[in-house]
């Protein structure tokens, strides 16, 4: 889904230390999801659930790719999707 890189500051025993966070998605099993929670909170990371898109919002991104067709007027449309 997302592999934007950041960059984090975490301050450890006085030191800064840059830490460069990949950020990922994981498909698990839901009673493996308290095992990762708890891994989460031991070493700091975050979870952050996927964010759905709404109906205008998936519009748009359809548009921003190129996925489009045109059709001269309601039959061709049939026509092209029934084919």
């Not at 950020?23 to 070493?43: G, M, N």
């Not at 996927?50 to 996925?67: A, M, W, Y």
């Not at 489009?68 to 026509?79: A, P, R, S």
Request: net charge neutral; aromatic share 6%; charged share 30%.
């Amino acid at each position: 889904m997302h592999n934007e890189k950041n960059i984090i500051f975490a301050k450890l025993n006085n030191i800064i230390m840059n830490t460069a966070c990949t950020i990922k998605s994981v498909q698990l099993p839901e009673p493996d999801l308290k095992l990762l929670k708890d891994l989460a909170k031991k070493f700091g990371w975050k979870i952050v659930p996927e964010q759905k898109l709404n109906g205008i919002d998936e519009g748009l991104e359809d548009i921003r790719k190129g996925n489009l067709h045109e059709y001269k007027d309601v039959d061709d449309m049939f026509n092209r999707l029934i084919c």
